[in-house]
């Protein structure tokens, strides 16, 4: 399992942060992708969705100020995240998604994510 996510670090409440993440091609290949997030001892949540043909889906707690992206030629997933506000501090990973943004079983294997701080 290869996925390396980054771009993430300190930012202030109303800021942005672009995360990118690379993905194996054997992962990335026609599955759809997402953008996961966890916050210590809560559950991880996926918050992105986005298939091959570039169809997205978006939480509740995202939508509207998140956008997900995807090169499939590049194998990378982008999270360009803006307004962001202290409850969007978490530890951000990509990977694939089997299911949907409410109801999707977690995947066996995960690579390193990205800690994102919102804080003043």
């Known amino acids: 399992v290869q996925l390396q996510a980054c771009g993430g670090g300190l930012v202030q409440p109303g800021g942005s942060l672009r995360l990118s993440c690379a993905a194996s091609?054997?992962?990335?290949?026609?599955?759809?992708m997402g953008w996961y997030r966890q916050v210590p001892g809560k559950q991880r949540e996926l918050v992105a969705t986005i298939t091959s043909r570039g169809n997205i889906d978006y939480a509740d707690s995202v939508k509207g100020r998140f956008t997900i992206s995807r090169d499939n030629a590049k194998n990378t997933v982008n999270l360009q995240m803006n307004s962001l506000n202290p409850e969007d501090t978490a530890v951000y990973y990509c990977n694939l998604v089997v299911g949907r943004i409410t109801s999707y079983i977690t995947p066996r294997h995960w690579g390193q994510g990205t800690q994102v701080t919102v804080s003043s």
């Open positions: 091609r054997g992962i990335f290949s026609s599955n759809v």
